[in-house]
């Protein structure tokens, strides 16, 4: 039982370059985040998917797509990356019947850069 | 405006000696809240939640957290700290659902 994971572990990119960050979770869990953590601002929420097949914006969502592929995987596109985007990304994910007493269970992260 | 708050952005403690760590919250409805940690260049870890029920809440690595409803604080403590504990500590409360509130974290520098 890996838990969460993320792939990579960490890239550097240049400025208009895109990429994909993978996140796969083996918890069967319905739901999954994208968050970025960068110094002193704790971590913000990027995109959700409450349930396979829906996807939603959370507070930092400008320059990123997702993708909820299957129950397993949810992926974050930078279409276009930026040097704003320079960061750690962290994938989440939380199951259980009422969403908002579940804990989410955090993956190792992505360390981005973005020349 | 829901949020959270950590008023120390850092906590300095000796080996051996008690640990607390800093949470008030302003939510809307019932209170769920989370606390984790995170270590040097790792993801975040769950350490205990309050939902409903005792206040008093026991955890990993044998934090508790207090959760005071009229002083709408939930203070994370640890009776004994290890250099081990040396970490980052996210009070996070839940706005809905789907989503955490994360302020900047609190730094625990335990010393030996």
């Known amino acids: 039982n890996a838990g969460v994971t993320q792939t990579p572990k960490f890239q550097v990119l240049k400025t208009g370059q895109s990429m994909t960050l993978q996140c796969a979770q083996d918890?069967?869990?319905?739901?999954m985040y994208w968050y970025r953590q960068d110094p002193g601002m704790g971590l913000r929420l990027i995109y959700y998917s409450a349930s396979e097949g829906t996807t939603d914006k959370g507070e930092v969502p400008n320059g990123y797509n997702v993708s909820r592929l299957n129950k397993r995987e949810f992926s974050l596109r930078l279409e276009s990356a930026a040097p704003s985007q320079t960061s750690v990304y962290f994938c989440?994910?939380?199951?259980?019947?009422?969403?908002?007493?579940?804990?989410?269970?955090f993956g190792p992260g992505t360390r981005l850069l973005v020349l | 405006a829901q949020s959270v708050a950590q008023p120390e952005d850092q906590v300095n403690v000796a080996e051996g000696n008690p640990l607390t760590v800093k949470c008030t919250y302003s939510v809307s409805g019932n209170p769920y809240l989370f606390w984790y940690v995170q270590y040097p260049n790792r993801g975040l870890q769950f350490l205990l939640k309050y939902i409903t029920g005792d206040n008093l809440v026991k955890g990993s690595y044998g934090f508790e957290a207090e959760f005071n409803k009229s002083q709408t604080s939930f203070h994370l403590k640890k009776p004994s700290a290890l250099v081990s504990d040396s970490a980052l500590y996210f009070c996070a409360p839940r706005l809905n659902d789907y989503k955490l509130s994360f302020g900047a974290g609190t730094t625990v520098t335990v010393r030996a």
């Open positions: 989440a994910s939380s199951g259980g019947h009422r969403p908002i007493q579940e804990t989410q269970y």
């Open positions: 918890m069967n869990h319905n739901s």
